[in-house]
């Protein structure tokens, strides 16, 4: 499978073992898959010793809109996050104290119950990829965990440079070093805003969220989609 342990290589390497069919469905990580925010094992503490700090570190941090956009795109990484003003001191902790919890955390995220069997259904009609907004760190804990048994490939917007807003950029490279159009595509993602753009550059798109019965709502919202393609 193609990995993102060099950077991009889908362009370099394409997936060489496509199936018959050729469509992909492309499926958002968090609000869908997962729910688990970034800190979850020190912000569901809240009688914990470290708890008052983490929270405040954690709501300046997702209010400064200029680096989480940068984040978000690869030009600041994790470790960018030690220089912020708003990063508090935890005694005997270490200044590093949030980029050793946020690893801890990224590793402990799990797809929810249920999930797993409604992709494993989904990738015996087309091929299955991650794509997700999110940080280097998730990515690098995404490749560390192997999610090959899952996914066929993983997209996110910090290796890419740019967010699923811009369907052309985060989508078209793949699409193309795999031979397919955004007519052979569907995402599943919780953002109205990334479907409607997904659906302006031509693919299908559905809105699902994480809860209970995922595997049924992802399975009934993806089949429809389907069953127009070449399957």
């Known amino acids: 499978m193609n990995t993102m342990t060099n950077k991009r290589n889908f362009l370099v390497e394409p997936n060489l073992r496509l199936p018959l069919w050729r469509n992909v469905l492309f499926i958002d990580w968090h609000g869908?898959?997962?729910?688990?925010?970034?800190?979850?094992?020190?912000?569901?503490?809240s009688k914990g010793r470290n708890y008052k700090a983490a929270k405040q570190f954690v709501d300046a941090l997702f209010s400064d809109?200029?680096?989480?956009?940068?984040?978000?795109?690869?030009?600041?990484?994790?470790?960018?996050?030690?220089?912020?003003?708003?990063?508090?001191?935890?005694?005997?902790?270490?200044?590093?104290?949030?980029?050793?919890?946020?690893?801890?955390?990224?590793l402990r995220m799990q797809i929810d119950d249920g999930a797993e069997e409604a992709i494993q259904k989904i990738r015996a009609q087309c091929l299955v990829v991650l794509a997700t907004d999110n940080m280097d760190c998730f990515a690098r804990i995404a490749i560390a965990r192997n999610f090959s048994n899952t996914f066929d490939d993983i997209l996110c917007s910090s290796e890419l440079g740019c967010l699923?807003?811009?369907?052309?950029?985060?989508?078209?490279a793949w699409l193309a070093a795999h031979n397919m159009t955004f007519g052979d595509a569907v995402l599943v993602d919780d953002s109205e805003a990334n479907c409607a753009a997904f659906e302006r550059a031509?693919?299908?798109?559905?809105?699902?969220?994480?809860?209970d019965e995922i595997a049924g709502r992802l399975w009934?919202?993806?089949r429809p989609l389907l069953s127009g393609m070449n399957v």
């Not at 699923?164 to 078209?172: E, L």
């Open 164 to 172: 699923k807003q811009d369907a052309a950029g985060f989508f078209g």
């Open 32 to 45: 869908v898959l997962c729910d688990e925010p970034f800190w979850s094992g020190l912000l569901s503490k």
């Open 65 to 106: 809109s200029e680096f989480l956009d940068g984040w978000l795109r690869g030009t600041h990484t994790t470790s960018d996050i030690l220089s912020r003003s708003y990063i508090p001191s935890i005694p005997r902790a270490g200044k590093d104290y949030f980029v050793r919890q946020l690893h801890k955390d990224c």
């Open 202 to 211: 031509g693919g299908k798109s559905a809105i699902c969220t994480t809860g």
């Open 220 to 222: 009934g919202a993806v």
